[in-house]
């Protein structure tokens, strides 16, 4: 009800200012995107409109309740003037549906599209609430730094089609390129920065030229025309420097007073508008020619330096988004060979085998096996799908029985599995204390600014007024808290890079900070310290023929978990087909083989007591006891480096699902007080963790993702130790390659030790802000000074983070 209140009473208000929209000289604005009204005005209830598209925009917010996106910016639309709108029939065509959607069911559909004209808040909120217009549109979510939008919608109620039409309708056409689908990293750009800093460069350079008069010390009583001339020259051209040139500054600083809050704009447009205003006032009034030139470089230096800021994000987000992928195998078929791949050499056309509970990570077409997808990652339904060959199978699912090959049709989007990866299904719940710190410098930071500015403003005037402006402006523009906010972005963010190519793939930047606060790191210990193929396998019970043999490789070939691959390895045989598969997470794996029921796993599960010591596999053939794989376990290169590096900084446990034999062994590598629990099911590691941190502990889990997602999902940072197989899990923040296993100490000391590099930018801020204040309020700092140093100041940080970080890696050894 509150919420409806508001609406009507933000609708009243855009009512009544509604007929007061024009511009200083009288012209009529258009009440959508702010151009002049032409002599085809078009009005409707009392609101002017520069064309029909413009109104047609209007009428379909208007009619959904939606006009609150006018709002949120005094300009928020497009001018759709002499614009056609495009026809959209070739998106009814299955080929092109299928070669646009991320996914698609019979109930849902999954779609991103690239929109080059969302430019503010207003065009986040109008975008994120598209189900008001067409109530098919389940879930909008708006990437604002990338201008993607993500649209989930239900097929029975609209189409890809009627999507694209109302996006386009309202003024946000997808940028859609048919011939580079298959191309991620082509993006329509928005070169509306380039066309205001190329008008800038011309404005700066002529309002210099007119400058001349006082730049050459001419008199100004002798020569009065002169500077009268060249002094209204200036202002003239001023005028669209402050108001085009700047108008990013003044929109967001708008915005924000509107919402009641300060940001950054804030002063920077105070900044710009008293210089405005004052050499406005000295070259009206006669009693000088104003700070024009300075007006002009001002801004112009803040856009190239915002110009500067961007092109850094965007390098790192390139190499983040297109250069670095997931750790995760698949295994690839090739004639008479089958051989793991890292997932982002697949290419079109290539065949994969996806084995039981291996997500699939790239869209294919089913050619063999039974295909049983669970897209709960993608969709968040747990049931699984039946897929018969020939159909379909998009990215994101979870082979949920026996193994199936597809033919893979799209590369692997990395864009796409991280954007899933980082769900808000999946998110966990943890303070970062610095990136609350930095929240809390940058809300009260513009509160300090405006005190120290207009108390600048204040003593200068009642000592030396011709010092006030500039003095006043100079503060205002030079402070900077962007340096907080940016570091940790940039500071973790090369560090994630650097990590990528070390195939160590981690989730976000929350992560470094979520490390930085455990007290316990959990160890699996199957597969995760230990070796998954290179350890001694033997059998012992009765004797088995080739056709037992040949049973066992085939149930074993489905199966992921690391003990079922050493096996699978050991056997040199042909495989069947294996049909009705089941396997049960920590317990084992059984099927139809030859019409007899074969079986594979623990002690338990194969006899239904748990008597043997030691890593053993057993097996049965129709529920006779054949006897048992007996596997001696190989840890992996650098464990002792591992456990060396947590001793003495974390309380350490090891917590494992094989019996205890190995307890001797362990007690040797771990230090003495390490808890450590065998024989332990999924449910019973997921309970652990639980009553860690019902203590108060922050949990770091190390895992392989097989038998221990809920653990993964339940700790504080869950990290997958991956070999060569498809295994990972949405539940982890962390993946990284078993090849690296022995550089892991040195991994995870680089996250910790980056906390120090942020911290140094902090100090490196707070420097720059006292000194440049300091500078700036004493008369000795001009605004365009300031306006140099603002934008250097948030470079040197975000060059700082980049620099130090990549330093620190080579300290670590892992670069």
Sequence with gaps: MKEGNLLNNMETETKKSALSLKNERGDLLCYHCGDICASDLVMIEEKNFCCNGCKTVFEILDKSGMCTYYNLNENPGFSLKGRVQAQYGWLDDREVIERLVDYSDEKITKVTFHLPQVHCAACVWLLENLYKFNTGISVSRVNFTKREVFINFMNDSTSLRKVVELLDSIGYTPAINMSNLDDKTKKVADKSLYYKLGFLLFAFGNVMLFTFPQYLGLIRESDEEFFTFFSYLNMVISIPVLFYGGSDYLRSAWISLKKRKLN??????????????????????????????????????????????????????????????????????????????????????????????????????????????????????SVPVNKLPGEKIFA????????????????????????????????????????????????????????????????????????????????????????????????????????????FFVKNTGVFESIQNISRVVFDKTGTLTYAVRNEVSFEGKDIDETHLRYLKSLSHHSSHPLSRQIHEHISSAISEVRDLVEIAG??????????????????????????????????????????????????????????????????????????????????????????????????????????????????????????????????????????????????????????????????????????????????????????????????LSPVIAAILMPISSVSVVLFGILSSTWLARIKKIL
């Design 264 to 381: 950054l704009d804030v002063p920077i447009s105070l900044g710009m508008i008293a210089i405005f205003i004052w050499s406005v006032y000295e070259t009206v009034s006669g009693i000088g020619h104003g700070y024009f030139d300075s007006l002009a470089g001002l801004i112009f230096f803040l856009l190239c330096g915002k110009w500067f800021q961007q092109k850094t994000y965007h390098s790192i987000e390139f190499e983040r988004d297109y250069k670095s992928y997931f750790p995760i195998a698949v295994t690839k078929k090739e004639v008479g060979n089958e051989k793991p791949i890292v997932v982002d050499k697949i290419e079109p056309g290539d065949t994969i085998i996806i084995r039981n509970n291996e997500l699939v990570p790239a869209d294919g077409i089913l050619l063999k096996g039974e295909a049983r997808i669970d897209y709960s990652f993608v969709t968040g339904e």
């Design 396 to 503: 994101g699912g979870k082979q949920m029985g026996s193994n199936m090959e597809l033919t893979v049709t799209k590369r692997v989007s990395q864009s796409y599995l991280t954007q899933l990866w980082n769900d808000s299904a999946f998110e966990k719940k943890e303070k970062k204390f610095m990136s609350e710190l930095a929240d809390r410098i940058g809300s009260n930071f513009t509160y300090f600014v405006l005190l120290v500015s207009f108390s600048t403003l204040i003593y200068w005037l009642l000592n030396d007024p011709s010092k006030a402006v500039f003095s006043f402006a100079a503060v205002l523009i030079v402070a900077c808290p962007c340096a907080v906010a940016l570091s940790i972005p940039f500071t973790f963010g090369n560090g994630m890079r650097i990590l990528g190519r070390n195939d």
């Design 587 to 780: 317990k084992g794996i059984s099927g139809i083989i030859d019409g007899k029921k074969v079986k594979l796993g623990s002690e338990l599960f194969i006899k239904g007591t748990q008597e043997k010591k030691g890593t053993t596999v057993f097996v049965s053939v129709n529920d006779e006891v054949l006897g048992f794989y007996s596997i001696s376990n190989v840890y992996r290169k650098g464990l002792d480096e591992l456990i060396s590096y947590f001793k003495g900084k974390f309380k350490m446990s090891l917590i494992s699902g094989d019996s205890d034999s190995e307890r001797t062994n362990l007690e040797e590598i771990f230090p003495l007080g390490t808890e450590m629990y065998f024989n332990q099911k999924p449910k019973e590691k997921l309970d652990y963790i639980i009553k860690c941190q019902e203590r108060g502990e922050r949990i770091l889990f190390f895992g392989d993702g097989l038998n221990d997602a809920g653990a993964l999902q339940k700790s504080n940072v869950g990290i997958v130790i991956t070999e060569n197989i498809n295994n990972f899990t949405p539940a982890s923040d962390a993946i990284v390659s078993a090849a690296k296993f022995d550089q892991l100490h040195r991994l995870i000391s680089f996250i910790r030790s980056s906390r120090y590099l942020v911290y140094s930018a902090y100090f490196i801020a707070f420097c720059y802000n006292i000194i440049g204040l300091s500078y700036a309020a004493s008369g000795n």
